[in-house]
């Protein structure tokens, strides 16, 4: 039971502000809206086990923070046992959607421990709720608001002085330049060039009879088109456009655009409607003049690089890139596949340099593993990477081997040289195990998943999440399809995966402390093991059961919450715990940098602000809970 009860007095309301000013969202209020707070709040303490909250105290009343101790949350699972829902600590605030609601808590709340929380009653409640932008925003959208916090942290860290008159979340729909100019297919040349030329523009989009846009013509296809001694100007358009060319609908952002341009290294896209008729279209300067964010710019000259050397030199041009793009906010899932990109890009390079030095003669596809084939890179990377080659008519795979692997030596030194590490543990084109024919690739897979040894499970961390990044990618489609439904009709072996992945327990103690690693200095937390790793092991086995064959752990998450197969709700809590883990873990990077440091995933988390020690705790809680689902769903 309840045991005491104190109203805040006059000296008391100091020490109260002191406290609630280290805690999210109280250290982001006004001084006026916190002594409102500690003015009329209450000191209730609880014993260990005391119910705090129950559904059956009918519709909730008062506010709650926690001071000292800790409250657990109890539900009835479908068996008819209590499990634990969720942990609340020091600073930390319920029950807010039952409160918002005015309805009962659906919850059980007990305290584990000697407990004191700071309670408000509802109309203290009400009146900083209507006072109090910060305390309103974080009440309505809990941890969302403090994933913006971080993320508006990074920001002003990375380019304070950078306008952000416009980001990249911004709908295409306001970049786009509405009812551009078009012609049909059967428009000349010259006509072409000059509708352009009198409307200075430097592109022509050319649609069919229903406005869908069926090809483009601009500046650089005329002077490739001059440069040619038959031209003819009087040709129809359709005969030197661009056919098919790159749409996106209005609502998609700015950032999709970005993605796009720099990756097939095309200056303009076309916005369209719901049913993909032209609406406007959309320059690389339109989006990236103003603001200086070269993605495009950097992604090209990276592409039609003619020296390593030049490569070597580009790379440093990444962070300071990576620095301008969270000024201008994009968030750390859009960071990561903005450097995905860019290693992308410059790895295709290197292997298209390779190819004209030394052209092996056979085709092949370059495979990628691990966080590169998840396109979630940061900046500290190394190689994990693979070859697949069809073996041609009248030779064995062995003699082709011989052609390839000479070949993926030089490129696994060269991308070393542009600040890709060589994997230690030697999971590179140039092992001639990971440099395999179609058949060989398929036999190795059959083995991987009906053999379940522990290396496989090991390996599971990083074959399982492969993409092709340069080459033909109709074979591994067909791999992928291949792999995934023997992975979906063997329930042995999703166990064992789900029983490999829940080993890699969140950096948490019984009593809510940090676990420190047991291979980093001390007191510190590995953030891409400890942190990364439990949501992206977890999501991988679910996103497998269910046929997902995408790599990616936040889209997985979206496709897992799509087909039914975990709620929809706990999929946004797990992508925002997962988001906010990596914002931290790219502000640390960034500050590395800053120092001339050797980057690292091992931070302290003495060092961080209470906002950030308390979002830490609340993401490995998160991460917690997406095991209990693989334990529950696999009877581990």
């Given amino acids: 039971m309840e045991q005491q009860s104190h109203e805040a007095r006059p000296q008391n309301i100091r020490a109260m502000m002191a406290f609630l000013r280290e805690?999210?969202?109280?250290?982001?209020?006004?001084?006026?809206?916190?002594?409102?707070?500690?003015?009329?709040?209450?000191?209730?303490?609880?014993?260990?086990?005391?119910?705090?909250?129950?559904?059956?105290?009918?519709?909730?009343?008062h506010f709650n923070v926690v001071k000292q101790g800790q409250i657990r949350g109890e539900r009835a699972n479908k068996d008819g046992n209590t499990e634990t829902t969720f942990e609340i600590s020091q600073g930390e605030c319920f029950p807010l959607a039952a409160l918002i609601g005015e309805r009962p808590t659906r919850t059980l709340h007990r305290a584990c421990g000697d407990t004191f929380c700071l309670t408000l009653d509802h109309s203290t409640f009400a009146t900083l709720f209507s006072r109090s932008e910060t305390f309103r925003d974080f009440c309505l959208r809990g941890v969302s608001s403090l994933l913006e916090q971080v993320n508006r942290q990074i920001?002003?860290?990375?380019?304070?002085?950078?306008?952000?008159?416009?980001?990249?979340?911004?709908?295409?729909?306001?970049?786009?330049?509405?009812?551009?100019?078009?012609?049909?297919?059967?428009?000349?040349?010259?006509?072409?060039?000059?509708?352009?030329?009198?409307?200075?523009?430097?592109?022509?989009?050319?649609?069919?009879?229903?406005r869908k846009p069926i090809g483009i013509f601009t500046l650089r296809d005329l002077r490739t088109m001059i440069a040619d001694e038959n031209a003819d100007l009087d040709a129809p358009v359709s005969r030197v456009m661009t056919p098919d060319p790159c749409c996106l609908p209005a609502s998609d952002h700015a950032f999709d655009a970005a993605l796009l341009m720099a990756e097939h290294h095309f200056a303009h896209l076309c916005v369209v409607d719901d049913e993909d008729r032209l609406i406007g279209v959309v320059s690389e300067r339109d989006l990236f003049s103003l603001?200086?964010?070269?993605?495009?710019?950097?992604?090209?000259?990276?592409?039609?690089?003619?020296?390593?050397r030049t490569l070597v030199s580009l790379r440093s041009q990444v962070a300071r890139l990576v620095d301008t793009m969270l000024a201008h906010g994009a968030d750390s899932g859009q960071v990561v596949k903005i450097i995905t990109t860019l290693?992308?890009?410059?790895?295709?390079?290197?292997?298209?340099?390779?190819?004209?030095?030394?052209?092996?003669?056979?085709?092949?596809?370059?495979?990628?593993?691990?966080?590169?084939?998840?396109?979630?890179q940061t900046l500290l990377t190394d190689q994990d990477n693979g070859i697949l080659f069809e073996t041609p008519e009248g030779m064995t795979a062995e003699q082709v081997r011989e052609k390839l692997l000479p070949f993926a030596r030089t490129v696994n030194n060269e991308l070393?040289?542009?600040?890709?590490?060589?994997?230690?543990?030697?999971?590179?084109?140039?092992?001639?195990?990971?440099?395999?024919?179609?058949?060989?690739?398929?036999?190795?897979?059959?083995?991987?998943?009906?053999?379940?040894?522990?290396?496989?499970?090991?390996?599971?961390?990083?074959?399982?999440?492969?993409?092709?990044?340069?080459?033909?990618?109709?074979?591994?489609?067909?791999?992928?399809?291949?792999?995934?439904?023997?992975?979906r009709k063997n329930d042995?072996?999703?166990?064992?995966?789900?029983?490999n992945a829940v080993q890699r327990r969140p950096p948490l103690t019984i009593f809510n402390n940090f676990r420190y690693a047991s291979d980093g200095d001390k007191?510190?937390?590995?953030?891409?093991?400890?942190?990364?790793?439990?949501?992206?092991?977890?999501?991988?086995?679910?996103?497998?059961?269910?046929?997902?064959?995408?790599?990616?752990?936040?889209?997985?998450?979206?496709?897992?919450?799509?087909?039914?197969?975990?709620?929809?709700?706990?999929?946004g809590a797990w992508k925002e715990a997962y988001s906010l883990i990596q914002a931290i873990r790219m502000r640390a990077h960034q500050q590395m940098l800053e120092k001339g440091q050797e980057l690292s995933n091992y931070i302290n988390p003495d060092d961080l602000n209470p906002l950030d020690r308390r979002i830490l705790r609340e993401s490995f809680r998160q991460a917690q809970r997406l095991q209990q689902k693989l334990e529950t769903t696999y009877l581990l």
């Fill in 23 to 61: 805690h999210a969202p109280f250290s982001s209020m006004d001084e006026s809206h916190l002594a409102l707070f500690a003015e009329n709040a209450e000191l209730r303490f609880f014993a260990d086990g005391d119910v705090v909250l129950s559904p059956d105290d009918g519709k909730v009343e």
């Fill in 155 to 210: 920001q002003s860290g990375a380019m304070a002085s950078i306008s952000p008159n416009t980001s990249l979340d911004t709908p295409l729909e306001r970049y786009a330049l509405r009812n551009p100019i078009v012609c049909s297919p059967d428009l000349s040349v010259r006509k072409v060039v000059a509708r352009m030329h009198e409307n200075s523009v430097g592109s022509m989009v050319i649609t069919d009879q229903n």
């Fill in 291 to 308: 603001q200086r964010v070269d993605l495009v710019h950097l992604a090209r000259t990276i592409g039609t690089a003619n020296h390593l």
């Fill in 343 to 376: 290693n992308d890009v410059t790895v295709r390079r290197v292997l298209e340099l390779n190819i004209k030095r030394n052209d092996p003669g056979i085709p092949f596809t370059w495979l990628t593993f691990g966080s590169e084939g998840r396109q979630e």
């Fill in 416 to 487: 070393a040289e542009c600040g890709f590490t060589l994997c230690k543990g030697n999971i590179m084109a140039s092992n001639p195990k990971l440099c395999l024919s179609t058949e060989e690739w398929d036999d190795w897979f059959v083995r991987f998943i009906d053999a379940s040894t522990p290396q496989n499970l090991v390996y599971s961390s990083i074959f399982l999440d492969m993409r092709a990044v340069f080459g033909a990618t109709e074979p591994l489609e067909k791999l992928l399809d291949k792999i995934v439904g023997r992975i």
């Fill in 492 to 499: 042995l072996f999703q166990k064992m995966l789900a029983g």
């Fill in 523 to 571: 007191h510190s937390l590995d953030l891409k093991r400890q942190g990364l790793a439990p949501f992206v092991e977890a999501v991988r086995v679910l996103a497998l059961a269910q046929g997902i064959k995408e790599a990616n752990t936040l889209e997985r998450l979206e496709k897992l919450a799509h087909k039914g197969a975990v709620d929809r709700k706990d999929a």
